[in-house]
């Protein structure tokens, strides 16, 4: 297991070092453990503020070494924030996109009357009435049999009565921002260009071949007949073409990392990454009826899987890949987690108990400092 300092200098000095590694050393426990009985077989964290990166770890091995920050991972659901949330955020910033107006005058094919109030902003908050999820990747390929599969489909419940987290919306979402005037550009490529401006970092969809010695694997499928490494997991998104608002993105954690500064940075007023009151607008708690979402985020309730120690004003995601991140403004910190527990099945579900355990571990430790 290695311990990978970052910072401006090499020559830090070793009392600080020796500090963190002692602040640090039930989170570093909790994930040698985790790797040792099997909950996945590779990680790394990251803990940061706006000042920078304060702490990251990496353990366990991929087939071509030793697990490291430059290690790229499949972030699964992680890119409903990190790509489509960003960009909706960034098109309202720039007055192209209206979250509020309706869905069925962007996407035609949207035109039944049960779902003719539906949003953007209910997309983005989970509460267009769209099922959590479907395996359309069984019968249907590309983006126009997709769309009007989702479209079609039967609403699961009355649109803005509740909430419950749909792949489909942000399918749809990915497809809205595809169409979005005055150039309609593939969403991969507004993402790159976000990502490049930002200086983000490795963070893409469908990784060049150049990078597979880096990637962590994932399952064993057996729908494909193979191990899947810089392919991405959600079939779905395979049958996408490896690009959608609702999965596809690769990246490291150090990436995922820079996001998280810009977005707490944007927070304070102190990035032109985002206006602030719109990134407020953002993370905070909507009004849906028995719903923790935000929009595009979901948000601290004592069963979250950033555990219990973070504040009220915590923020976050997960992906199904075994990825999460969580930012708290209040206390200045956000979490990186990159896994690969699907590997080499999703049946492996130790990650769930995982995730608080590691969070609490480090909020805890956190406190202990202020």
Not at 83 to 96: G, K, M, Y
Not at 164 to 179: E, R, T
Not at 340 to 357: A, L, Q, S
Request: glycine letters at 8%; one cysteine or more.
């Amino acid at each position: 297991m290695r311990d990978i300092r970052r910072g401006g200098h090499r020559a830090l000095c070793r009392t600080i070092s020796e500090l963190v590694d002692f602040m640090y050393v039930d989170a570093k426990q909790l994930i040698d453990d985790a790797v040792r009985v099997g909950i996945f077989p590779a990680a790394v964290i990251e803990v940061g503020d706006t000042s920078g990166c304060q702490w990251t770890y990496a353990a366990g091995t991929i087939a071509h070494g030793d697990v490291s920050v430059d290690t790229v991972f499949d972030l699964a659901s992680l890119t409903k924030v990190i790509a489509t949330t960003s960009l909706v955020l960034r098109h309202v910033d720039a007055q192209v996109l209206d979250i509020d107006r309706p869905i069925r005058e962007l996407v035609h094919a949207w035109d039944s009357d049960d779902r003719a109030m539906v949003t953007t902003r209910d997309l983005l908050r989970h509460s267009a009435g769209l099922t959590a999820h479907l395996p359309l990747f069984l019968h249907y390929e590309g983006r126009q049999e997709f769309e009007s599969a989702i479209c079609s489909s039967v609403l699961e419940y009355l649109p803005r009565s509740q909430a419950i987290y749909s792949d489909l919306g942000f399918m749809l979402l990915g497809f809205l921002l595809a169409d979005i005037e005055p150039r309609q550009t593939p969403l991969d490529d507004q993402f790159r260009w976000l990502a490049t401006d930002r200086d983000w970092g490795d963070l893409c969809f469908r990784p060049d071949r150049s990078l597979l010695k880096r990637v962590a694997p994932t399952e064993l499928d057996h729908w494909r007949g193979r191990l899947l490494v810089g392919e991405v997991h959600d079939e779905n998104c395979y049958a996408l073409g490896g690009v959608s608002g609702h999965a596809g993105l690769f990246g490291t954690s150090t990436a995922v990392g820079k996001f998280a500064r810009d977005t707490l940075l944007a927070i304070s007023g102190e990035s032109t990454y985002a206006n602030t009151q719109t990134v407020q607008e953002f993370i905070h708690r909507t009004t849906v009826p028995g719903s923790s979402r935000a929009l595009g985020w979901d948000t601290m309730l004592t069963s979250s899987s950033c555990g219990r120690c973070m504040s009220d004003e915590a923020f976050g995601h997960t992906g199904f890949t075994g990825t999460s991140l969580w930012i708290d403004p209040k206390h200045n910190k956000y979490v990186v987690l990159l896994t690969n527990r699907v590997n080499p099945t999703r049946e492996n579900n130790g990650i769930v108990p995982f995730r608080p355990r590691l969070h609490d571990a480090i909020m805890r430790e956190h406190q202990q400092q202020s």
